[in-house]
């Protein structure tokens, strides 16, 4: 479209731009829809709803536009929701374990979406699936469609955002402090990972192989572990108090989002009896952080998956 040309339209208030409508003025939708039809006879080319306001979001910056483009937005993805909602189909991979695909089952359950829970064993994916998957990592998720998704943050962030939308804000100010949150426990399982991988995966560290086996690697385990639960729980304990205090109730505000998603298994984990050297008692020292875990697991979409 040449620029003279270019007649911009805002579907829903507000029109610019057209040969005959000097400045940004509001219409309502009958008078939308006669100078959209006024303009078809004249030869004068609109623009799709979208393409629009993309446009025009990089051109008029005033309050009041960005106010109904918000609302367009929040709109448009509202029925990109519904639409997802009812159309598809998915199946997440994984393992039979919490691991990296808990989170998104606790998502999907948070959003009402619906999917198939397929849980694999690590047998049958060393020797058929892993070979021909997409990073040769688990989770993925796959729709109807066809279309392989691989990367737990990524798929987790999409999930989110599917059904009632309701643990991943459309809100891009909201969206921000589910990140920021979502990365501060993605930093603390980070800090967590020597402490398992270096026994499990001996030569990454520079260790032979075979090196977690040996008296040394129990001894070096157990204090790695000591400090991971003296230190590091300690200070990321303190930090997700304060987010919790200051949001009402949960990591980014007064409902789970895909951050508790996250950061609940990630901690319940620690507790659970299975780990070596970290003490089933290890949270006990935060009441306030153990009130948060129970909170969300209290909620009812949560309490309901978790029964099941
Ligand atoms: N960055 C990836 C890491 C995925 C990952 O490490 N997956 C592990 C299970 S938690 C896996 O697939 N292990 C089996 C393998 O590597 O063959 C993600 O977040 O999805």
């Known amino acids: ?42 030869g004068i080319e609109v623009q799709s709803r979208n393409d629009s306001l993309i446009r025009l979001s990089s051109v008029f910056h005033t309050k009041k536009i960005n106010a109904n483009f918000a609302k367009d937005r929040k709109a448009d993805s509202k029925r990109e929701r519904r639409k997802d909602r009812r159309k598809r189909k998915m199946k997440l991979i994984y393992f039979d374990i919490k691991g990296a695909g808990e989170p998104i089952r606790l998502a999907a359950a948070l959003n009402g979406v619906q999917y198939e ?46 059904g009632n939308g309701n643990s991943y804000a459309a809100d891009a100010l909201q969206r921000f402090k589910i990140d920021e949150a979502y990365d501060l426990s993605l930093e603390f399982g980070t800090a967590w990972s020597p402490c398992l991988y270096m026994f499990w995966s001996p030569e990454k560290y520079g260790f032979e192989s075979g090196y977690g086996e040996t008296d040394d690697a129990k001894a070096r385990r157990t204090t790695m572990r000591k400090y991971f639960v003296e230190h590091t729980l300690k200070d990321y304990a303190a930090k997700f108090e304060k987010l919790v205090k200051e949001n009402g109730g949960f990591l980014a505000g007064d409902k789970p989002s895909i951050a508790d ?35 969300f697991n209290s909620t009812p979409e949560i309490a309901a998956y978790l029964k099941k």
């Open 117 to 162: 829970d397929v849980r694999i064993k690590m047998e049958d994916w060393r020797n058929e699936l892993k070979p021909k998957s997409k990073f040769g990592q688990l989770p993925m998720l796959e729709l109807d469609d066809g279309t392989v998704m691989a990367q737990s943050g990524a798929i987790l962030r999409y999930v989110g955002s599917l």
């Open 261 to 295: 998603c996250h950061l609940v298994p990630r901690l319940e984990s620690l507790t659970a009896g299975f780990i070596d050297d970290v003490p089933t008692t290890c949270l006990d020292p935060y009441p306030e952080l153990k009130a948060y875990i129970s909170r």
């Open 1 to 42: 479209m040449e620029s003279s040309k270019k007649h911009l339209i805002q579907s829903q208030v507000t029109i610019y731009n057209l040969s005959f409508v000097r400045r940004p003025t509001r219409v309502c939708q009958t008078c939308l829809g006669l100078l959209v039809c006024l303009s078809g006879n004249r």
